[in-house]
């Protein structure tokens, strides 16, 4: 009697192992997942104008900097105020970086930045009519305010005042005084 135990544990232990082999050996089933590499973001079309050796429009990798840009055009003249400049600053695609001379007056510079949108360190902003990305070039206006006035007016209309940015949520009298001067409702300071 013990024989015939013996002889089925032995079979019973031998499908096992030859069902968990089977298992093991057996290619798997699906369909592999295929990675492709995230999008390249396309060049920066940027245009370098004022004090540089060659101004004009350049092509530039995403990421690039206003230094880059300077580069490309060939770099500062002589005549170049560097200190007027931000040279650490991000490019955006479409944006003008205008280099002042040190012959230029400051003042004669503020009013050619206020009345040339797009142009690198001002412009007057339409802030019925601005993206986020060109509120955000505002003086302490970040992604999250930039989004909160856009909502606003597209709940409550296009702005008739200035001073209705002061109901748009997290603007306060200290962002409204940096910004007042720099916006407008139709497109004049």
């Known amino acids: 009697m013990k024989s015939w135990w013996a002889i089925a544990f032995s079979v019973v232990l031998t499908l096992l192992a030859a069902g968990a082999l089977l298992l093991v050996s057996r290619s798997p089933r699906g369909v592999a997942i295929q ?84 142009v690198y360190g001002g412009g007057i902003v339409n802030i019925n009519t601005a993206t986020a990305e060109e509120l955000e070039t505002l ?27 002061l109901e748009v949520a997290g603007i306060g009298e200290g962002i409204y005084s940096a910004i007042k001067d720099l916006v407008s409702v139709d497109g004049s300071p």
């Open 35 to 118: 990675l492709t590499p995230p999008p390249t973001p396309g060049p920066l079309v940027v245009h370098v104008t004022g004090a540089v050796a060659a101004p004009g429009v350049y092509r530039l990798p995403s990421g690039s900097r206003i230094q880059d840009a300077i580069t490309a055009a060939g770099g500062l003249s002589s005549e170049a105020d560097q200190q007027a400049l931000n040279l650490a600053a991000m490019l955006k695609d479409g944006q003008m970086v205008r280099v002042p001379s040190h012959s230029e007056s400051p003042a004669s510079l503020t009013t050619q930045l206020e009345s040339t949108p797009g």
């Open 139 to 165: 003086p302490k206006i970040g992604p999250v305010l930039a989004q909160r006035i856009i909502e606003y007016r597209q709940a409550n209309g296009p702005f008739t005042s200035l001073e209705e940015l």
